[in-house]
């Protein structure tokens, strides 16, 4: 399959988030915004495309990594197709320039270098399309942020904002306001967490030229995105006003497509740095587009593509 034709697919998804929500079926961004918190590894391309194909899926995989897990693929089930880098070797142009001095490293310097040499075509399964040995049982936060509200607090500050308490910003549980954010006094860790995160996104988001490009409306709509992501992926229920996504943007997809994988980027940059530590995992790297489901996708930062 041509990459042409993968990129007409991607914005096919986008188109169809439009139409759904101009007939006013707005769950559907509900849907696509949970994608990006259960596969927040994946570029915003790959989170489009699997969330179109199988809106439900949970936990995806390639073939040979399931079977190595126990787990194989049912008879007549259909993949979900995504995007998989391809890594080769390449020798850089200054490795290719002749020299008349040899250096002690200079057998190191002539080694070709791993790079992003293209894209192709592969196919994954959702857990549900497999059947085999049952998967450890992980264990589900459900309301309760600690660790990550530690390591939410730890990013904010890597990122030279201040955050503050304070009782006289009621009714509002948050303010941000250029590196810094105000947090309502005796909220409750869950409800602080999602308001810490709300406010981050905006610094992270509408700090720079966006600002000006976008309306209140759609900064606020943004930030509760990003936090309806980070939430749904550390395992808190939280609501989201997003529903009226499409009428902030006057029914243009590429606008929405642009404000989506914003929030996208942002929402995965926070889970990277909140999430704990995995347990170091041999995957083999002749399964491209195969990683292991536990506990979240393990991509190579070349996947980070935008398409």
Known sequence: MKLEEINNRTKD???????????????????Y?????RFHNYSFGNV????????????????RTWNSLGRFVKRGEKGILILAPMVGLRRSRQNEIATDIETDNAADERKPERQLIGFRAVYVFDISQTEGKELPTLTEVQGDVSGYR???????QSRGVKVSYSERIAPAKGLSHGGKITLLSGMQPAEEFSTLVHEIGHEMLHRGDRRTLTTKQV??????????VVCQSVGLKNGTSSQDYIQLWHGDANLLRESLEAVQQTAALILGAIAPKPEPVQESESSPGAYSPLPTAELTAAESFQF
């Open 13 to 31: 998804a986008v188109n169809h988030l439009v139409e759904e929500l101009e007939s006013g079926k707005s769950e559907v961004l509900t849907q």
């Open 48 to 63: 489009m495309l699997i969330a179109r194909q199988k809106p439900h899926a949970t936990n995806v995989a390639g073939i």
């Open 33 to 37: 915004l949970s994608a990006m918190a």
């Open 150 to 156: 530690e390591r939410l607090f730890e990013f904010v």
């Open 219 to 228: 900064r606020e709509t943004e930030a509760e995105a990003v936090a309806f």
